[in-house]
């Protein structure tokens, strides 16, 4: 996953470490929570407005290449 990059950050120091997006303390599962309850991603960025679209769709693109392209091992 994109660990410690311009999309997510991993850190006991914020949040004990649970995945957030970089330079925020906003939790990745946040997003998902939004998108399952029926929301929109403007909804989550209005809701967020220290993450950017460009962190969402990086995080969406990454999750989905690891389900439609996986690497063979």
Known sequence: ???DSSVV???PEVMGGT???????VPLETLFDYLKAGESIDDFLEGFPTVTREQVVGLLEEAGQKFINPKVA
């Open 9 to 11: 950050s991993m850190s």
């Open 19 to 25: 995945p957030v997006f970089a330079g925020t303390r």
């Open 1 to 3: 996953m994109l660990r």
